[in-house]
Nanobody, 116 residues
Framework: QVQPVESGGGLVQPGGSLRLSCAAS????????MGWYRQAPGKQRELVAT???????NYAGSVKGRFTISRDNAKNTVYLQMSSLKPEDMARYYC??????????WGQGTQVTVSS
């Protein structure tokens, strides 16, 4: 299987916004709830948000109201719109199946740095 490809990370000031994208393999994307995860240095990877094939979303409490997950079924792509970013959002962001990821389906991730 082809691993997911995450993009869209970068350096942003506190309060800023970023939009992450994840191109997933069709065989994975089409039949599964997809999720965004993040891992900060020295911390465990955590689930940030999920979206079902039908578009039902769920968020971690720490990002609710600030992040929006969406998916484009025609493009096999899942997005994460992040607003009002905080220094504690700084991490490497990954997409995978959610809420329980496939252990063999991790990509390289995309780095989000929040700093003034």
């Amino acid at each position: 299987q082809v691993q997911p490809v995450e993009s869209g990370g970068g350096l942003v000031q506190p309060g800023g916004s970023l939009r992450l994208s994840c191109a997933a393999s069709r065989s994975i994307f089409s039949f599964n709830t997809m999720g965004w995860y993040r891992q900060a240095p020295g911390k465990q990877r955590e689930l940030v948000a999920t979206i079902t094939t039908g578009g039902i979303t769920n968020y971690a409490g720490s990002v609710k109201g600030r992040f929006t997950i969406s998916r484009d079924n025609a493009k096999n792509t899942v997005y994460l719109q992040m607003s009002s970013l905080k220094p504690e959002d700084m991490a490497r962001y990954y997409c995978n199946v959610g809420p329980v990821p496939f252990s063999t389906y991790w990509g390289q991730g995309t780095q989000v740095t929040v700093s003034s």
